[in-house]
């Protein structure tokens, strides 16, 4: 389906971004240039801007415009509905080492459809609330199929317009339904580290798992968030 003006240009910007053109800080063009560039009316513009604003990808500057967000924002493993926008429910993140093709553990293998010797690309996060201290540790899993076609997911640089959107637009795949599974258990020494606990510790794991229309996964996440921030609200008609 051909996007409607406005997401052409959020997109084109998102592009930009994602290039270096427009780095975190960066100022983008006004809406009067942008109007002029693209031909369209200024409320056209601001349709485009308040979706990148929604993304979390752009910020206002009273007096100034619009200026790429300093801080990635993302979303904890799971919950995520349909209609969704990166920012809602989101928070600040800080990527934890470089993506790397490691072989995942048993349950994230079954969870991707792996073979015991396969390897997946891991991409690592800590979640933070806003006053900086963690809120969950969150490792990232993508096939390698997925890995193969979409090479910026190996790139420690965040991806401006989202990894759902550049995995869609490299490989035509989307996400068309997630499962999310959470159990509990003790943190591992590894994750109190991330986390900032003293073992032995609970922690809350959130297991998701987004597939495309003929049902083959497109990444696992696993998100691991201290016992005393956990909670799962549910509204529901009686």
């Not at 406005?6 to 800080?25: H, K, N, Q, W």
């Not at 485009?48 to 500057?61: C, F, H, I, N, Q």
């Not at 640089?157 to 989307?174: D, F, L, M, N, S």
Request: net charge negative.
């Amino acid at each position: 389906m051909a996007l409607l003006k406005y997401e052409e240009i959020a997109e084109s910007l998102r592009v930009r971004m994602a290039s270096g053109e427009f780095p975190p800080g960066a100022m983008l063009p006004s809406g009067r240039d942008l109007a002029e560039q693209w031909q369209v009316s200024r409320a056209t513009v601001v349709k485009a801007m308040d979706v990148l604003r929604s993304d979390g990808v752009v910020e206002a500057r009273q007096g100034s415009g619009f200026v790429v967000t300093e801080t990635a924002i993302g979303r904890p493993a799971g919950n995520r509905r349909s209609g969704d926008t990166r920012v809602a429910g989101g928070m600040p993140f800080t990527r934890l080492g470089a993506p790397e093709r490691v072989t995942p553990p048993r349950h994230v293998a079954n969870a991707l459809n792996l073979p015991d010797d396969a390897v997946a690309l891991r991409r690592s996060r800590l979640m933070r609330l806003p006053d900086g201290t963690p809120h969950s540790y969150v490792e990232a899993w993508f096939p390698p199929d997925i890995a193969d076609q979409a090479p910026r997911l190996e790139q420690h640089a965040p991806i401006a317009e989202g990894t759902t959107r550049y995995v869609r637009r490299q490989t035509g795949r989307y996400p068309a339904e997630g499962t999310d599974v959470t159990t509990v258990r003790l943190a591992t020494d590894t994750e109190a580290g991330h986390l900032g606990l003293e073992l032995p510790a609970g922690v809350a794991v959130t297991l998701h798992v987004a597939y495309d229309h003929e049902g083959h996964p497109l990444i696992c996440e696993e998100g691991i968030t201290p016992g005393s921030l956990w909670e799962q609200r549910d509204t529901y008609p009686m």
